[in-house]
T-cell receptor, first 113, second 113 residues
Framework: GNSVTQMEGPVTLSEEAFLTINCTYT??????LFWYVQYPGEGLQLLLK?????DKGSNKGFEATYRKETTSFHLEKGSVQVSDSAVYFC????????????FGQGTTLQVKP | DGGITQSPKYLFRKEGQNVTLSCEQN?????MYWYRQDPGQGLRLIYY???????QKGDIAEGYSVSREKKESFPLTVTSAQKNPTAFYLC????????????FGDGTRLSIL
């Protein structure tokens, strides 16, 4: 069945370092892909999305490109800040037209000053 | 501002007691969802509803019940049959069609006394 796999965390970086969080998916067809961010004690916020192959989603300095050849949607940021410390979830749209999403297990990012 | 409101933020349950978590949205979304999040884990779907007066079980529906009498509201009842209810519960809504992201509330943390 459809699934999403993220790199395990925690990922610990120093401020201004380059960030990559890997995400791969399995699916029939070409589902929309999403990155969400969750700050401590809060719900999830949509960070960016891509709806078709080769689309690049971007927001707040984060980017991710929909790669159908490698079935990947890796999240990147050129220079992280302490305020980026959070849990990041990759998700794909499920099959059918229900609006259901399939989430990865989440990756914790810790940025140290 | 449009959004999703979950209440209460913290909830305590005694053994053998049912408790109801509230979720209200003013985004005019057709679809609503309930997720459970355990520490260090991803989101697991409990129930979802694509339209008023209709809902479907998700992956972990046992011990939970829902209703969808109004478009804006999707309350979740955690029954005494749910033996391990301590978790963070997240409600979400969306337009319910393919490619649309889900919007999340800030969650309710349920604990057992």
């Amino acid at each position: 069945g459809n699934s999403v796999t993220q790199m395990e965390g925690p990922v610990t970086l120093s401020e201004e370092a380059f960030l990559t969080i890997n995400c791969t998916y399995t699916a029939t067809g070409y589902p929309s892909l999403f990155w969400y961010v969750q700050y401590p004690g809060e719900g999830l916020q949509l960070l960016l999305k891509a709806t078709k192959a080769d689309d690049k989603g971007s927001n707040k300095g984060f980017e991710a490109t929909y790669r159908k050849e490698t079935t990947s949607f890796h999240l990147e940021k050129g220079s992280v800040q302490v305020s980026d410390s959070a849990v990041y979830f990759c998700a794909q749209h499920g099959s059918g037209n229900t609006g259901k999403l399939i989430f990865g297990q989440g990756t914790t990012l810790q940025v140290k000053p | 501002d449009g959004g999703i409101t979950q209440s209460p933020k913290y909830l305590f349950r005694k053994e053998g007691q049912n408790v109801t978590l509230s979720c209200e949205q003013n985004l005019n979304h057709d679809a609503m969802y309930w997720y459970r999040q355990d520490p260090g884990q991803g989101l697991r779907l409990i129930y979802y509803s694509q339209i008023v007066n209709d809902f479907q079980k998700g992956d972990i529906a046992e011990g939970y019940s829902v209703s969808r009498e109004k478009k804006e509201s999707f309350p979740l009842t955690v029954t005494s049959a749910q033996k391990n209810p301590t978790a963070f519960y997240l409600c979400a809504s969306s337009l319910g069609t393919a490619n649309q992201p889900q919007h999340f509330g800030d969650g309710t943390r349920l604990s057992i006394l």
